[in-house]
């Protein structure tokens, strides 16, 4: 078949170098892994002079291992009786990848050490390591297919010591090495390609291609085999990496994913600069990689959006990340982002060691950005009222995928979450206890665990890259900002169409419209969710409160929704899971096969009150609304503003005027205007 493409004048130009000059980079001796053997010179002097608080501290964890060396007796593997994915299974699934870390990190600390001008002690039990774990079966329990979360750190950990201790490494010790990661890389291998390729959407795949790369590095000419792994991992980063995001710097499968992800393959972009000279950041993603975590984790945020993992997630975590990337890009916001969060600290590790001083970046606050940002590449859209500070911010995130429900970013589109004042107010819930559990199936992977909506009791597609959204609108303005997201696509052919239009009068109040268009009448449930139980005085006074934070949820529109609230999961999580959210639904009464939904969220501190009530008209080509706002900090008039606005869903119009005590103009917005 042919198929054709358009290339954009503006495209990054990024040369594959050939494979013949790629390979003629790979440094003929050891080591080979995040250094170069001509580079050993340099180390060591720096280990004594600027890098030396970092070699002090390497030598004191080699000091701690010689005293107390790693266990490195082969880990168990799973009894025949025991059954896939029980607690049981998941115990010694997870701690024969922290086991296998402790000793083959362990070495290659010690390995590494040594060669920067550490105690030859470092590098003989190093080598006493490496040989312990090449006992190992290759195929048993820490093997790539048996175990990927204990195989893949096995591989790239023996890799990185095998080219450390290559010197202290007999002719046969080699040869015993090179046949054990023969069958190991070879396994990888024949997983990864050509899948990899054509069907890229595998989460743990994502890092597995690189840990291959670092064993083809070590073993390269060693390992007849290894020149070809190497190549398709140069092949995957050139042609398909980051596979979760586009050059927008958004990713899929959540700010956790993405921070875990993308510092494992900072490792590897290290490692590809050092080994052949190749900038891994020149990729048009790393130009705005650092606004994702920026836009979505203000300083001070408790909340991490959506994706496995991300429910309290604090934005100090990314410091580190960030800073890399910070350092790269030579980004001032994104150093001002990673001090704000309190400043990236250098790892006490090889790696670390290897990195040194970062180069100095000099910071600039983003208040000459808009505060907030689309990231349409992954359907989602971060729209906050201050971007400096959590703690006087208000946020909401919307999510309407093109990657659908698949893999950890498998919430349902057209879905938001909600936080004020670094709290979090209506959330996304359920618990990752184990992947693919009751739980984790059918209520984190269910439309009823998010903020949006069912039809006929049963939510989106689930854990499918079908299932997706779209974000067709997106606006940013000082005032108000707005999205809007289409999601018919994601319910299976029962909807013609659910579009959300999400106005924003930043900071004090938010209007949802939803229209849906059923093929068929039926009942629909509008899904809320908090962390503490909601205060439902009416439909259209609902009160959600977080310790100093609070918001009223107003339901408008229909009235007489059978609204209801529960604080039991459906299933529960697993019984090691104490974790308790609420959950509200409400419903319509009888079938019908178009509705409107209209909802107003006001934001406010829990010690203080909120000005009024919102109200509501329906009109002849819609609805009117009229919403009470605090007045603009600093006028000299207590009376509140008013929000009034207009709302026509045939038109696909949203029209909104701010006005003061006196009925004057003090801001305006008009959907489809940017």
């Known amino acids: 078949s042919t198929r054709s493409f358009n290339v954009d004048e503006d495209s990054a130009i990024l040369p594959q170098p050939t494979r013949a000059e790629l390979m003629s980079r790979v440094p003929t001796t050891h080591p080979r892994l995040f250094i170069r053997p001509e580079q050993l010179g340099e180390l060591r002097q720096r280990a004594q002079t600027d890098l030396k608080p970092i070699f002090d501290n390497l030598c004191r964890q080699c000091d701690a291992m010689l005293a107390k060396p790693p266990p490195t007796a082969e880990p168990p593997t799973y009894p025949p009786e025991m059954k896939h994915r029980s607690e049981e299974w998941c115990k010694i699934w997870w701690d024969n990848r922290v086991y296998t870390i402790k000793a083959l990190d362990g070495a290659a600390t010690l390995a590494f050490t040594r060669l920067v001008g550490g105690k030859?002690?470092?590098?003989?039990?190093?080598?006493?390591?490496?040989?312990?774990?090449?006992?190992?079966?290759?195929?048993?329990?820490?093997?790539?297919?048996?175990?990927?979360?204990?195989?893949?750190?096995?591989?790239?950990?023996?890799?990185?010591?095998?080219?450390?201790?290559?010197?202290?490494?007999?002719?046969?010790?080699?040869?015993?090495?090179?046949?054990?990661?023969?069958?190991?890389?070879?396994?990888?291998?024949?997983?990864?390609?050509?899948?990899?390729?054509?069907?890229?959407?595998?989460?743990?795949?994502?890092?597995?291609?690189?840990?291959?790369?670092?064993?083809a590095l070590a073993f390269f000419g060693e390992i007849p085999e290894a020149e070809e792994w190497l190549w398709f991992a140069m092949n995957v980063y050139a042609c398909i990496y980051p596979v979760w995001s586009d050059a927008d710097g958004g990713w899929h499968e959540g700010v956790c994913y993405w921070r875990s992800y993308l510092y494992r393959f900072t490792w590897w972009a290290d490692i590809m600069e050092s080994a052949m000279g190749i900038n891994a950041f020149a990729k048009p993603y790393f130009a705005n990689v650092g606004y994702y975590p920026m836009y979505l984790q203000p300083p001070g945020s408790k909340d991490g959006g959506f994706g496995d993992l991300a429910a309290n997630e604090t934005a100090d975590r990314n410091a580190e990340l960030v800073g890399i990337l910070a350092a790269q890009a030579q980004n001032p916001y994104w150093q001002w982002y990673v001090d704000a969060i309190g400043g990236a600290k250098v790892p006490g590790t090889y790696v670390g060691f290897v990195r040194g001083v970062m180069p100095t970046v000099v910071a600039k606050p983003p208040v000459d950005l808009p505060s907030s940002r689309c990231f349409r590449g992954t359907g989602q859209a971060v729209l906050n009222s201050n971007l400096l500070d959590a703690r006087d911010n208000v946020q909401l995130v919307f999510k309407s995928s093109p990657f659908g429900t698949q893999s950890h970013g498998y919430e349902s589109n057209n879905a938001f979450t909600f936080n004020a004042y670094s709290e979090r107010l209506l959330i996304r819930?359920?618990?990752?206890?184990?992947?693919?559990?009751?739980?984790?199936?059918?209520?984190?992977?269910?439309?009823?665990?998010?903020?949006?909506?069912?039809?006929?009791?049963?939510?989106?597609?689930?854990?499918?890259?079908?299932?997706?959204?779209?974000?067709?609108?997106?606006?940013?303005?000082?005032?108000?900002?707005?999205?809007?997201?289409?999601?018919?696509?994601?319910?299976?052919?029962?909807?013609?169409?659910?579009?959300?239009?999400?106005?924003?009068?930043?900071?004090?109040?938010?209007?949802?419209?939803?229209?849906?268009?059923?093929?068929?009448?039926?009942?629909?449930?509008?899904?809320?969710?908090?962390?503490?139980?909601?205060?439902?005085?009416?439909?259209?006074?609902?009160?959600?409160?977080?310790?100093?934070?609070?918001?009223?949820?107003?339901?408008?529109?229909?009235?007489?929704?059978?609204?209801?609230?529960?604080?039991k999961f459906d299933p529960p999580p697993r019984p090691r899971f104490k974790v308790v959210e609420y959950h509200l639904t409400a419903q319509t009464r009888q079938p019908q096969r178009q509705l409107e939904f209209v909802t107003v969220i006001r934001p406010y501190r829990a010690d203080q009150d909120l000005p009024g009530n919102p109200s509501l008209e329906k009109t002849s080509d819609g609805f009117a609304l009229a919403i009470p706002v605090k007045a603009i900090a600093g006028s000299s008039s207590a009376t509140p503003n008013t929000l009034k606005v207009s709302f026509n869903p045939a038109a696909d119009d949203v029209q909104a005027f701010l006005l003061d005590s006196t009925e004057r103009i003090i801001g305006s917005f008009a959907s489809g205007q940017k």
Request: glycine fraction near 6%; hydrophobic fraction near 35%.
């Open 429 to 567: 819930t359920g618990c990752y206890d184990s992947w693919g559990s009751d739980h984790h199936k059918n209520w984190g992977w269910d439309t009823k665990s998010v903020n949006s909506i069912s039809v006929n009791g049963k939510g989106q597609i689930k854990q499918s890259p079908k299932s997706q959204g779209e974000i067709t609108d997106f606006a940013c303005t000082p005032r108000f900002d707005y999205v809007a997201g289409e999601a018919a696509k994601a319910y299976g052919g029962r909807l013609n169409s659910f579009k959300r239009r999400i106005l924003f009068c930043k900071p004090d109040a938010v209007v949802i419209f939803d229209t849906l268009d059923a093929v068929e009448a039926a009942t629909f449930d509008f899904h809320l969710h908090a962390v503490h139980a909601m205060d439902i005085r009416s439909q259209q006074d609902i009160r959600v409160q977080n310790n100093g934070a609070a918001c009223q949820v107003a339901m408008l529109w229909p009235n007489n929704l059978a609204v209801t609230q529960s604080d």
């Open 120 to 215: 030859d002690e470092y590098g003989q039990l190093a080598k006493r390591i490496l040989m312990d774990c090449a006992k190992w079966a290759p195929k048993g329990a820490t093997g790539y297919r048996y175990n990927d979360e204990a195989g893949m750190p096995y591989n790239s950990r023996f890799a990185r010591t095998y080219s450390y201790v290559y010197d202290l490494l007999s002719e046969d010790e080699r040869v015993q090495c090179r046949d054990l990661m023969r069958i190991r890389g070879e396994e990888m291998y024949q997983h990864l390609y050509p899948k990899l390729f054509w069907k890229p959407y595998a989460s743990h795949d994502n890092r597995a291609w690189h840990f291959l790369g670092e064993v």
